[in-house]
């Protein structure tokens, strides 16, 4: 880790005990799922952004914790040509992993002409200290890219369509067989 692990477990802790503050404050409960928070950090590891999933009972999610803190984030410094240096923390408050999803790594990807993203900092339950730390420029590479739920959704009417077009085959085809898939 480049910045002081102790820093990062720190602020991990606050943000899960500002987050469950929240959840008891407005009275519901909300999924596990959208209990995700960011902090923005800059070179010496301090926060100078947070986000939040936006959670609505009635509409999904549509800006994650790690988008919304840079959203702010660029609110507050307005246009400037400067370049900030920056790391990622996501958290989760049951500590499951938190990698980014593939949506929040495509705008992290956009973003670069404004931000050198330096590391990403996520809670996994498969490590030690329940942290894991991985290089942006390694973790836009990877190509295993998680979809949240929302996304997943999205995408699914295409394979809806693709299992309707099966259905038909396998009822008229005749031999019972499976053209498309
Ligand atoms: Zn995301």
Do not use: W
């Not at 469950?20 to 799922?33: D, F, K, L, P």
């Not at 390694?138 to 295409?158: E, F, G, I, T, V």
């Amino acid at each position: 880790m480049s910045i002081n692990s102790q820093v990062i477990y720190r602020i991990r802790d606050e943000l899960i005990k500002k987050r469950r503050e929240q959840t008891q404050a407005s009275g519901y409960q909300t999924t596990m799922n959208a209990n995700h928070m960011c902090a923005v950090l800059d070179q010496s590891g301090v926060p100078i952004s947070f986000g939040t999933n936006v959670f609505n009972i009635k509409t999904p999610t549509t800006e994650h914790a790690e988008a919304q803190a840079l959203r702010k984030l660029m609110e507050r410094i307005g246009r400037t040509t400067k370049k900030l240096k920056i790391d990622i923390l996501v958290v989760r408050t049951n500590g499951h992993n938190s990698k980014p999803c593939d949506r929040c790594i495509r705008r992290m990807e956009e973003l670069q002409a404004r931000f050198t993203i330096r590391h990403i900092y996520f809670t996994h339950e498969d490590e030690s200290d329940g942290i894991r730390c991985v290089k942006f420029c390694k973790l836009a590479q990877d190509p295993d890219r998680h979809y949240s739920s929302y996304d997943r959704n999205l995408r699914r009417p295409k394979q809806n369509k693709l299992q309707d077009l099966c259905d038909k085959e396998n009822k008229f085809g005749g031999q019972n067989v499976c053209k498309v898939c």
